[in-house]
């Protein structure tokens, strides 16, 4: 049932919601009405400049407001299932940040709680609304460069210290592969890459081998870099795909947020797509590049910043929820994309080739 203006609240207050925060400003039918997060000081803050009227420090307190139609929920990965379930069963609509869940186990109990419910789940990855990534997609829907057959993907890390002023709680959990559900790179931020391998390339992943280096930092922190992970999508014709991962951390990587980026070349049978930036700026070139017939297109104009995308996102969740539909990813296409991700840290503490059918069907 669609509605008439979106009341939203927020689980989960940490960095990431200076953008997540940005399409709800804008969206002149929505309000975030109340806030929640453990550190009170913290959700006051954000309360008072986002103009919401309440604040929790308990997520069950949040998600029994009436008063709320919908929640972002930013918290630790370990956390998300129970609060996903608890959320959509109190009769809210769900934003979820990726990955959704650390296991396939915990994903099906949210899975079917959704289905229980008349909610909207969506689970929340940005890379997918990056304007130059949806000007890629554009052109390949277009024919601009034949059948799309092959996507490599380079993500380079950098120097920590500069860019975002991260916590370093916030850099513990991630680094712990227990509550993290797998690496800070090849799992946290690598569900974006793999729902980029699945974005542009219209076949599903079937095959994943995967190289994951791993470093100990601490007793309970670990560095997953580098890193090379293959895949090999299903049908005709033969389609590849590719993810490198360079551990350059001492090369200052110039971004306002993480200190990494990412870049791709998507191959078609008749042409190549460049995306020359994303988090980060490397390169001083357009960030859209087409190759076609022998002749060369670059697209200036297109918004890059980073936040452009969690802007777009935050947009079309509001949308979605007043026009009664669906927003990308549901929890079919969810499913699909963490199975991808758990295939290849499979692979990679297996040293095997693992069927993405193995991770769905165990």
Known sequence: ???????LGFCGVGRIADLQCLGYLEHPRCDIVAVCDPEEGR???RASAWGAQRVYTDAEQLFRDPDIDAVEILTPHELHATQTVAALEAGKHVSLQKPPTRTLEEFEAVARAAERSDRVLRVFENFMYYPPHQKAKDLIDQGAIGDPISIRIKTAGGRMGEGWNI??????????????G??????DHGYHCYHMGRFFIPAEVERVHAFIHWTQLAEDAWHDGPALISWRYGGEPTRY???????????RV??????????????????IIWVTRCTGKLLEEPSVILYREGETQAFHDLPVDWAESFRLGGLDFVDALLEGRQPPQGVDEARRTLAFALAACRSADEGREVEVEEILKP
């Not at 049932?1 to 009341?7: N, S």
């Not at 916590?167 to 993290?180: G, I, V």
């Not at 795909?241 to 090369?251: K, N, V």
């Open 43 to 45: 959700a006051r803050e």
């Open 254 to 271: 110039r971004s306002k947020y993480y200190v990494s980026d990412d870049r791709m070349e998507i191959h078609g049978t008749e042409g």
């Open 241 to 251: 795909g590719s993810w490198e991962i360079i551990a350059s951390l001492e090369m």
């Open 182 to 187: 797998g690496g800070p790179v090849t799992f």
């Open 1 to 7: 049932m669609a509605l008439e203006r979106v009341r």
């Open 167 to 180: 916590e370093p709680a916030t850099q513990a959990w991630r680094m712990d592969r227990e509550k993290c």
